[in-house]
């Protein structure tokens, strides 16, 4: 099995997750010197998705391949011929963007790269199935782990959107199991944790597992830009105060797919956050 975007949140626990099910495993990385960071049973390759060619070594004698794209869409569609041509079957990590659920679907210039990507994938007859993470769990800790380790208030707009956290250990797990059993081809799976909880009530868990009240400041959301310029693009900023500012009001979308999946039931948000709450309190390095 080879995993694209080995070193990322999500690639690296699916080669977790192979490994624990004593599959063979190969990772791509853009840099050699990032290998570093993974298990030694891996076969690690060096390759650039936009760079199509450079993925023929990696391709070579692999069934299955874990696709996440992290590149301008430009080069898509040759990587995806390049796949097609070589291996069995796809799992591509994408997004709710067909939900019709009002959060997702908000101009969202990656629900449409991953729209152009499906159809490529389809076009080409690749065996072949989808993930769709909603939003995961850990987008708190960059969203909200800066206040909480100085003991500030979590200033944030939209506090009563609700949405429903996943646990990236579940989205690993679902792409794993998808890749290497047989039986998900066509499979499309839309990922979500199993209750939906306000933006404010995600910060209370959290609080609620370091002992201590974290408090809550609702902003505008020309202030949130303000605070956020420079750390997260325009565009990004934008499409996230649209999907938060359209679920204000109405529960999350919520899925059983990865019970359906797995046999068992997705991790809660409380789980999580008392899985990483040192993270919360020494820094990421310490989840």
Do not use: C
């Not at 390759?45 to 391949?65: M, Q, R, Y």
């Not at 990507?117 to 909200?144: D, Q």
């Amino acid at each position: 099995m080879l995993v694209t975007g080995a070193t990322g949140r999500i690639g690296r626990l699916v080669i977790d997750q192979l490994l624990d099910a004593g599959v063979p495993v190969r990772a791509l990385t853009r840099r050699a010197e990032t290998a570093a960071t993974l298990p030694t049973k891996v076969e690690v390759f060096t390759g650039d998705l936009t760079v199509p060619e450079s993925l023929d070594p990696a391709l070579n004698g692999a069934g299955a391949v874990f696709l996440v794209w992290t590149a301008p869409p430009q080069t898509a569609a040759a990587v995806v011929e390049r796949l097609a041509d070589r291996v069995r079957r796809v799992v591509f990590l994408s997004s709710p963007h067909q939900t019709p659920h009002p959060f997702f679907q908000q101009p969202n210039p990656m629900a449409v790269l991953h729209a152009g990507i499906e159809r490529l994938i389809a076009a080409t007859g690749i065996e072949a199935t989808i993930i769709r993470p909603g939003m995961f769990s850990s987008n708190s800790l960059a969203w909200w782990g800066p206040a909480v380790r100085t003991r500030e208030a979590v200033r944030w707009p939209y506090g009563a959107a609700e949405w429903a956290p996943v646990d990236d250990r579940d989205v690993a797990a679902v792409a794993a199991r998808t890749l290497w059993q047989e039986g998900y081809v066509g499979g499309d799976y839309v990922l979500t944790g199993p209750e939906s909880l306000t933006q404010a009530a995600q910060v209370d868990v959290i609080g609620d597992t370091l002992g201590r009240r974290i408090p809550f400041e609702e902003v505008a959301p020309d202030e949130f830009r303000r605070l956020w310029e420079g750390t997260a693009p325009s565009s990004v900023v934008d499409m996230l105060l649209s999907a938060w500012r359209a679920a204000v009001g109405q529960p999350a979308h919520v899925t059983t797919a990865v019970a359906d999946v797995l046999g068992t039931g997705p991790r809660t948000f409380r789980q999580w956050a008392a899985d990483h709450a040192t993270a919360f309190t020494e820094g990421p390095e310490g989840s």
